[in-house]
């Protein structure tokens, strides 16, 4: 679970983790070690102390193994064996003897801490590499983006959201407000969201095609043709 060689969200010190930006270009903040948010895009969540007090969990931070591993310092595994290799012997990524723990040390506390605030889950993940993705200043004021969830707003099938109209992403400081204001309310939407539920993925591909085939008002599906800024 700890070696970022058989999982890829696991913490990877040959990485150089940055902290991502909101809407207007600014950064969302750089964690302590000592005090990391347990959520960099909901700080209300609290902070973890990660010089005595990690834990190898990704979402809620509880170890619901049988015999639950003690709070500690931060670390990571490295790992020796084959990837590939699935047995629970020889070079196998069962075979506890291919890893070897590594405590962090002063000069990574920094890195670990963006780690765990950023990108040790799906989920922030997700949310910190769409970020930078749009992030990219050359999109600024050439296209524009439409935004739906899988399952439904923050999880609740009852709030099954709709395809939003296109509009045009302006760039940070773009002199049009209206264009810059789109930009600012994708990245809230964007670190808003949360990830309960399911994930339909064949019904979301289809409402997509429906979207780009100028259907409108197919089961929330608007037109894409339908005015907006700067048309």
Known sequence: MTASAVNQLAYDPNVQYVV????????LGT??????WIDGYNKTAGTRDLSNNFLPCWDDLTDWRITPLPAQ?????????????????????????????????????????????YYRNRLLAMKSAAGRAFADP???????????????????????????LMKLFGKENDLDAVAKQNRVDFFTWLHALQNTGGTPLPYSMWKAGE?????????????????????
């Open 20 to 27: 991502p930006i909101d809407g207007n270009g600014g950064s």
């Open 31 to 36: 964690p302590s070690f000592t005090a990391a």
């Open 73 to 117: 310092a931060a670390y990571y595994h490295d790992f020796t064996g084959d990837p590939n290799n699935n047995s629970d012997s020889g070079t196998g990524v069962g075979n506890q003897a291919n890893y070897t723990k590594v405590v962090i040390g002063p000069a990574e506390e920094q890195n670990f801490a963006i780690w765990f605030s």
């Open 138 to 164: 050359t999109l600024g004021g050439r296209v524009r983006i439409a935004q739906q969830t899988m399952w439904g707003y923050n999880g609740s099938k009852s709030t099954k959201t709709n395809i939003s």
């Open 211 to 231: 979207y780009y085939r100028d259907i409108e008002n197919v089961d929330g599906v608007p037109s894409n043709m339908t005015p907006v800024n700067n048309p």
